[in-house]
Each structure stands twice: as structure tokens, then as C-alpha cells.
């Protein structure tokens, strides 16, 4: 069957990468895609939003299966444009599913609605923005808010002090921080714990557990400085197996699937679960409606099963009667990327990539063709996975390929998966 990824990111290439190893795959589209998914698949200049242009391409390549990889065309309703189209499938939630990621609000009501764990909060507007003011002032610190909608990984303050809050809150309803996103303003209560997160693909009523990660989202060593896309990642995380794991399942992924359905929302796609560990109980701080970036990268390398035979049991209802393989081994990801990121930084630096990795991947994430060179053309330039006995076996390998690429500029921590030495 032909395929086409939405995306031109570090998870698109991973998904393209798997997908290139199906079975069922003939030929497959990445839309716009980037230097990496260029050499395993046809890029097209196709913007994510333009739905329109999707579908003209879809019946002029007769493609079946459509993946979409970032979040904006899901809140937008990719999978309500497509569902007329019988012949193709869409991996992706329905516009009012994708509300799990793309409304704060929406996502918070939902799970009070179905008792799943998460941090007490409460969400202001324009019209309540007093009330708002002392709601602040009576939280013990630190205390969170989340601009509703999408704001691009930036909408979330983390205040140390009221003042500090008052102004995150200012700034996002009277300043439109965030423009419409921020119109609606989430205060929640800080959870202190360890983060973790587990991924999910679904029918809408069946659920297979496809893995589960770290990131390290902060740029500085230690975990400091600004919070980025993603620095890095691991698996298997120590204290996700086992006990920690069944709670997960039985209080947050069950109720979360079993919720959908009652609603009669319709799901068919992945599930990101962001969870943080509380003395071994497990709460949810998001949902997102896609796979994660760079938890994909880690996460689809240890998968044993043919993900288009999981997208096609997705389609037909017959989820429930897979077996899903994930690889026991280690698997780490460190992200390089421009100088100056997650602030300002230059795109069309050459990217000098090695010639041969052994069993590491390069994924790349934000860079283009020019000409005879690869060039950078993001913040998170590219991500580089390998697999060990143990973690740290896994990142040593990776840093040492790290130590091959080279544009100008170039950063990458050196830290990744200290926790686990």
C-alpha cells in the first residue's frame, strides 16, 4: 500500500524509518518531510493544515494510510476532513479527540469526569480574571499555569513566587501571551515527582502498550535552563516496570480509553501518556493526541511488531487480538542542536554527518537538501539512537557517533540518562 507521514520532524523520520520496514509498505510520502526521510522516502512539498492539497495527493498516488505525526492538523481536524474517504485510513484522533492535547481545559474536565489522577486546578478567563488573581495568592508554591490551547511547547509557567504568577497570568489573558491559546488560563497545582511517559496506540476501545521513555527537556546540564522540545531520551525507566506500571494501566490508561468510548469519542490513533511519579502513584500532568518528539525515536526502534499491521488492526477493529513485542535492550537518544536554541539561532549551517553509525540511527529533525549538502533548518537539528546492555551503554554509544556529526554552532548534554548510572 502507498503512505503518506505528515511532519518534517526528528518523530517523522522515526515513523518513517519503521514504516519503511513493513510488509505492507509500497511506496511511501513524507509531507514536507526532511533530509533524513528524503533518503528512505519521497519528500512532497505539502504544508500539515492544507487538507485540501492532501487529499488531491492522496487520490492522485491512491494512498491508503495516512500518519500524522505533530499535533496542529489532529486539533484541526485532519481526521474529520478524511473520514468521507473510505479507502483511506487516518492514524489519528477525531478533532474532539485531539481536545485531550489541544484544550487543557478540556483534558482537565475529562479526567475529573472519569477519576483519573491529575493535580487539582481550577481555569480563569478574561471575565474572571480577579477571581483568578486571588486564586494565585491562596496556592502554595510553586504553582503551574497552562495556557488552554496549543502554544507550541511554550504556554506552561512554572512560578516560584505569587508575583512571578501574577504576571505569567497577566501576560497570557490581558497581553494575549499566546494569542486565542492563552484566552483560557489552567492554575494547577505543582507536582513534585519523577517524570516518565508511556505511549499508547487505540481503536477507541481497545489498547496496546507500544513503550515508554524519559525525556530531558530542559538545555542546560543537571536539568537547568530553558525548556527546549526535547534534549534527549531513554528506555526502559527503571521504575516504570512492574508495580508502577499496573497502577498506570489500571488508573489512568483504562479509564482514560474506556472514557473515550463512552463519550463516543472517536480515537484511532496514539495516546501520549506525561505522567510524573509520586512516591510510587503515578499522576497524569498531559495527555498529547500523537507520539512524542524525541520519545519517538526511542520508542519505535524498540517495537518487534510491523507498525503498519498495528495501524491496519487500528482500522478494522482488531487491536485487541495483536501481541505486541518491545526489545529489552536499552535505547538512548541525544538530541544535537543550533546555537542559541531554544532562543534565536541561524538555519543553513552544513551539517557533516559519518559515514557509517554501525547499529546507531540518525534521525534527522530540522534540516533540508541544499544542493549536494544537508543543512540545518530548526532548532533540533537531528537525534542519534543506539541501544546497549544498559543505559549508560546506550548513551556512550551515541555520544560517540555525536562525536562524528558536526555544524556550526552544534550543542548536544552530555548528560542524558544520568539518573540511571
Same mark, same amino acid.
Given at each position: ?37 528524503? &533518503?528512505?522516502?519521497? #519528500? ?5 493544515? *492544507? !487538507? ?9 498516488? #491512491? ?30 484522533? @477525531? ?7 489541544? @484544550? ?5 474536565? !475529562? ?6 489522577? %491529575? ?6 478567563? /478574561? ?20 495556557? *488552554? ?42 507536582? *513534585? ?9 487505540? *481503536? ?22 530553558? #525548556? %527546549? ?7 526502559? +525507566? ?17 479509564? %482514560?480509553?474506556?472514557?473515550?468510548? @463512552? ?19 503515578? !499522576? ?33 477493529? %482488531? ?44 534521525? &534527522? /529533525? ?8 544537508? +543543512? ?28 562524528? +556529526? @558536526? ?15
Amino acid at each position: 500500500m502507498n503512505i503518506l507521514i505528515l511532519g518534517s520532524g526528528g518523530r517523522e523520520h522515526a515513523l518513517a524509518w519503521k514504516i519503511k520496514q513493513s510488509a505492507y509498505c509500497d511506496k511511501l510520502f513524507v509531507a514536507p518531510g526532511n533530509a533524513g526521510t528524503a &533518503h528512505i522516502a519521497e #519528500n512532497v512539498s505539502m504544508d500539515v493544515n *492544507d !487538507f485540501e492539497k492532501q487529499r488531491q495527493f492522496c487520490k492522485e498516488n #491512491n494512498i491508503e494510510l495516512v500518519v500524522v505525526g505533530p499535533e496542529d492538523p489532529l486539533v484541526k481536524g485532519v481526521y474529520d476532513f478524511f473520514k468521507e474517504d473510505e479507502n483511506i485510513l487516518v492514524i489519528g484522533p @477525531s478533532k474532539e479527540g485531539a481536545q485531550l492535547e489541544g @484544550s487543557k481545559s478540556f483534558s482537565k474536565k !475529562f479526567m475529573q469526569r472519569h477519576n483519573i489522577p %491529575t493535580a487539582a486546578y481550577a481555569e480563569f478567563d /478574561a471575565a474572571s480574571f480577579e477571581q483568578g488573581k486571588q486564586y494565585i495568592l491562596q496556592q502554595t508554591l510553586p504553582v503551574v499555569l497552562k495556557a *488552554d490551547g496549543l502554544a507550541a511547547g511554550k504556554g506552561v509557567v512554572i512560578a516560584a513566587t505569587h508575583e512571578q504568577a501574577l504576571q505569567a497570568f497577566e501576560g497570557m489573558i490581558i497581553h494575549k501571551q499566546f494569542g486565542d491559546a492563552s484566552a483560557k488560563v489552567v492554575i494547577e497545582q505543582f507536582l *513534585d515527582g519523577i517524570e516518565a511517559s508511556v505511549f499508547v496506540l487505540t *481503536d477507541g476501545n481497545d489498547y496496546k502498550i507500544i513503550g515508554h521513555a524519559k525525556d530531558y527537556k530542559r538545555i542546560g546540564e543537571g536539568d537547568t535552563g530553558l #525548556n %527546549t522540545g526535547g534534549m534527549g531520551c531513554v528506555t526502559p +525507566v527503571p521504575f516504570v516496570e512492574g508495580e508502577f506500571m499496573q497502577k498506570v494501566e489500571e488508573r489512568i490508561i483504562k479509564p %482514560t480509553v474506556n472514557g473515550l468510548y @463512552s463519550e463516543q469519542i472517536v480515537y484511532k490513533g496514539f495516546i501520549f501518556f506525561g505522567l510524573i511519579n509520586i512516591q510510587g502513584e503515578p !499522576f497524569v500532568i498531559e495527555y498529547n493526541a500523537r507520539m512524542g518528539d524525541p520519545e519517538t525515536e526511542v520508542v519505535l526502534p524498540g517495537l518487534k511488531n510491523d507498525l503498519v499491521e498495528l495501524f491496519l488492526a487500528v482500522g478494522n477493529g %482488531t487491536l485487541k487480538d495483536c501481541n505486541v513485542s518491545i526489545d529489552k535492550r536499552a535505547i538512548a537518544t541525544i538530541v544535537a542542536v543550533s546555537g542559541g536554541y531554544p532562543g534565536d539561532y541561524e538555519k543553513g549551517k552544513t551539517v557533516r554527518l559519518p559515514q557509517h553509525t554501525g547499529d546507531s540511527i540518525i534521525f &534527522h /529533525a530540522g534540516t533540508r537538501v541544499e544542493g549536494d549538502h544537508v +543543512v540545518t533548518n530548526g532548532g533540533r537539528v537531528l537525534a542519534v539512537t543506539s541501544s546497549g546492555n544498559s543505559i549508560q551503554q546506550a548513551v556512550a554509544q551515541s555520544k560517540e557517533i555525536l562525536e562524528q +556529526v @558536526s555544524f556550526e554552532g552544534m550543542y548536544y548534554r552530555q548528560d542524558i540518562g544520568y539518573e540511571f548510572e
